[in-house]
Structures are given as structure tokens and as C-alpha cells.
């Protein structure tokens, strides 16, 4: 059974630093996706992460895969208000049907 | 306008009684799904469908079933809802182009059974 944990849950960060969200996940998957969702709201996609060492970056997000490790990261540079929403990470079970597990979701607060 | 479209946005209904759901697309997919979320959690697949044809369960199937009227549409139906099935329900979308297969999200129905 695959199964994917986020960590943290919770992010309560000051605007202007950086910080790391990981994902961990329990096996083999060819495909990991990052989501955004804000309060009240449906799932943007981010992030799809296809092979291993892959990097994709946009504005202030930038995320990795090491399938090695079965861990993908978020990170966060020099956050600002906006990117406060939930983020989630999703992998692709194996068997060719597109199915994704999520992970819990990480809630990301930014403050002054 | 949306390419991902559900219907009812909220819904309250009553312990027993049957509702439907509903999902549209003008993305051209064929690949369509039904998710559940939970307040504090992540999302739970429920039913998808590959093309008309083609249904099958998820991960939490029991309580839910589902019609594919055509590529466009895909309905999820509770026969008796009962309360444990408030929670927020999403459809999605995706092509079924292996390289990505990016699943495309609606905009959710929030469902309180009393």
C-alpha cells in the first residue's frame, strides 16, 4: 500500500525567509505532483516531478525528486503573504491508471 | 469559463435521502475522477473512468457510485447518504498523455449530511 506523508502540517513563516516541505512516500512511483489549494477553493496544480533529480522552479517555489530516497521537497525562498494556502503532494500509484494518493497537506502561514 | 464545472456548489441534505452530483468538462479528457476531502486531510479517490466504458472503484468506494453519461460528464451519486459523507467533493480531469497526466481539479461541492 503506498502511502505518503507530508511534513509539516502546519508552517507558520515570517515573510522573507525560507524554509522546506518534504514528502515522503512508501513506494516506487514514476510520477510526483504539488498541488496548491487556497482556503475555501479547488487544487492548482504546481509541480509534476517525473525521474529522478529532477527541479522545477517557478517564482518563489522550487521542487525536487530523489526516487532513491521516495522523498520530494517544496522549498520556499524568501516568502511573501501570497503564498499562504495549503500544499499538497501527490504520487502516483503504480499499475498505469493515473491513480494518486495525497499526502495530508501542508498549511503554509505567512506573516509579517 | 471553467473547463472543470461542478454542480450543486453546496448541498445540505438529510440522513437517507439521494443525491447526485455533478461534473462537467470541456477540456476534451477522457480520464475523469471523483475525490473526497476532509477537513485536515488530503484527497481520497472515490470512482474514475478511463472513457465511457470504463469505471472503477477507488479507494473509498463503498456508499458512492457513478455514471459516465458521455466523455464530458461524470456523475457521482449517494443512494443514502448518511453523515460520515460530509465533506468536500472534487471531480478532475486529465488527458491520458503518459509523459504528464496532470489531473485538472473543479471547483468543489461542499455536501453536509444531517
Known amino acids: 500500500e503506498l502511502k505518503v506523508e507530508q511534513n509539516p502540517l502546519f508552517l507558520s513563516m515570517q515573510e522573507g525567509k525560507n524554509y522546506t516541505i518534504y514528502c515522503n512516500y512508501s513506494?516506487?512511483?514514476?510520477?510526483l505532483y504539488w498541488y496548491r489549494q487556497d482556503p475555501g477553493k479547488s487544487l492548482e496544480s504546481l509541480f509534476v516531478?517525473?525521474?529522478?533529480?529532477a527541479v522545477k522552479q517557478e517564482g518563489r517555489l522550487m521542487a525536487s525528486l530523489d526516487t532513491k530516497a521516495r522523498l520530494s521537497t517544496l522549498h520556499i525562498t524568501a516568502a511573501v503573504h501570497d503564498l499562504s494556502a495549503t500544499y499538497f503532494c501527490a504520487v502516483v500509484l503504480p499499475g498505469g491508471y493515473n491513480k494518486l494518493i495525497f499526502g495530508a497537506g501542508t498549511r503554509l502561514a505567512v506573516h509579517p | 469559463d471553467a473547463d472543470v464545472t461542478q454542480t450543486p456548489r453546496n448541498r445540505i441534505t438529510k440522513t437517507g435521502k439521494r443525491i447526485m452530483l455533478e461534473c462537467s468538462q470541456t477540456k476534451g479528457h477522457d480520464r475523469m475522477y471523483w475525490y473526497r476531502q476532509d477537513p485536515g486531510l488530503g484527497l481520497q479517490l472515490i470512482y474514475y473512468?478511463?472513457?465511457?466504458?470504463?469505471?472503477n472503484k477507488g479507494e473509498i468506494s463503498d456508499g458512492y457510485s457513478v455514471s459516465r453519461q458521455a466523455q464530458a460528464k461524470f456523475s457521482l451519486s449517494l443512494e443514502s447518504a448518511i453523515p460520515n459523507q460530509t465533506a468536500l467533493y472534487f471531480c478532475a480531469t486529465s488527458a491520458g498523455d503518459r509523459a504528464q497526466e496532470t489531473q485538472y481539479f473543479g471547483p468543489g461541492t461542499r455536501l453536509l449530511v444531517l
Open positions: 516531478l517525473l525521474s529522478n533529480g
Open positions: 473512468s478511463f472513457d465511457v466504458k470504463d469505471i
Open positions: 513506494t516506487t512511483s514514476d510520477r
